[in-house]
């Protein structure tokens, strides 16, 4: 089974905040990885964690509880380009979540 | 421009053939890899490899080969022992196999296979 979980979906509104939850199993953790994949598309690369804390790029935020098993992906100001499924990985293992498909509404 | 080329986009077959999808990168990178992804699923891992010549099965490898006998030339064969080999195929490259080195995605390639 899976050892990545992430909400299969969320939708929120134009201009608002959105925080996307992904947990890990904690053995064998070499960082954690948050993609955005549009449909149909190739995933690009959002962001990189492997110490504990918040990671910030403009309006894209990633943050990590390395303990806990825990990484939240936070996209402040959304726009409607940001409809899309992100997904977050595991980089020792190579795993991905199935990915959370996210829906902008204006 | 460096990157990763998958060829070709679409791609159709038969039943019972073998297809070799194509991916080749120009990044000087060490460590390639591919992926499969289906309808509203994430990526599940076939093969990957670290350094030319040597590559390891992923959690999905049966019905697959591959082979690395050049750095930038990673290519997968689905064989027709693959019972569901309808799906996006994505290849991606990476500087290194650990650390904080991010997967390059390729654009994919649709196999259909009736």
């Known amino acids: 089974g899976q050892n990545i979980d992430q909400p299969t979906e969320m939708t929120a509104t134009e201009g608002a905040i959105v925080q996307i939850n992904c947990t890990y199993q904690?053995?064998?953790?070499?960082?954690l990885f948050w993609y955005q994949q549009h449909a149909g598309e190739a995933p690009t690369f959002l962001s990189y964690?492997?110490?504990?804390g918040l990671e910030e790029k403009g309006r894209f935020s990633s943050f990590l509880s390395r303990s806990k098993g825990y990484s939240y992906l936070l996209l402040k100001e959304l726009q409607m380009k940001d409809s899309a499924s992100y997904l977050c990985?595991?980089?020792?293992?190579?795993?991905f979540g199935q990915g959370t498909e996210l829906s902008v509404k204006p | 421009d460096g990157g990763i080329t998958q060829s070709p986009k679409y791609l159709f077959r038969k039943e019972g053939q073998n297809v070799t999808l194509s991916c080749e990168q120009n990044l000087n990178h060490d460590a390639m890899y591919w992926y499969r992804q289906d309808p509203g699923q994430g990526l599940r891992l076939i093969y990957y490899?670290?350094?030319?010549?040597?590559?390891q099965k992923g959690d999905i490898a049966e019905g697959y080969s591959v082979s690395r006998e050049k750095k930038e030339s990673f290519p997968l064969t689905v064989t027709s022992a693959q019972k569901n080999p309808t799906a996006f195929y994505l290849c991606?490259?990476?500087?290194?196999?650990?650390?904080?080195?991010?997967?390059?995605f390729g654009n994919g390639t649709r196999l259909t296979v009736t």
């Open positions: 904690t053995s064998g953790f070499n960082g």
């Open positions: 991606a490259s990476s500087i290194g196999s650990t650390g904080g080195s991010p997967l390059h």
């Open positions: 490899s670290q350094i030319v010549n040597d590559f």
């Open positions: 990985a595991e980089r020792g293992k190579l795993i």
């Open positions: 964690n492997v110490l504990d």
